[in-house]
């Protein structure tokens, strides 16, 4: 098993301590690039897929950079409606 689908196992299973940084070489394994939009963006981000141009939209978890389980399942079902993941 590639360190990808690990990561992509270990996502799938929404664990409580998945990080922002996971997320993020996560979603680069999809073809997906983080944007922050200016210095006015503030927490919100937009993973945007190379190709398809398709935008997942979420706000970076501060201070502390673990993920909430709603985010988690937020990605999950943007990725699964666009049968990235099944």
Same mark, same amino acid.
């Given at each position: ?20 940084? @996971? ?10 690039? @983080?944007? $922050? ?33 709603? $985010? ?10 666009? @049968?990235?993941?099944?």
């Amino acid at each position: 098993m590639s360190k990808k689908d690990k990561l992509l196992k270990r996502f799938l299973s929404a664990p409580a301590d998945f990080s922002y940084d @996971e997320l993020v070489r996560l979603m680069k394994g999809f073809g997906y690039d @983080e944007s $922050q939009a200016g210095k006015t963006s503030g927490s919100a981000v937009s993973f945007i897929h190379f190709g398809t141009r398709h935008i997942i939209k979420l706000h970076k978890p501060h201070p502390n950079p673990v993920l909430k389980g709603y $985010q988690i399942k937020d990605v999950i079902d943007e990725l699964k409606r666009k @049968e990235i993941i099944k």
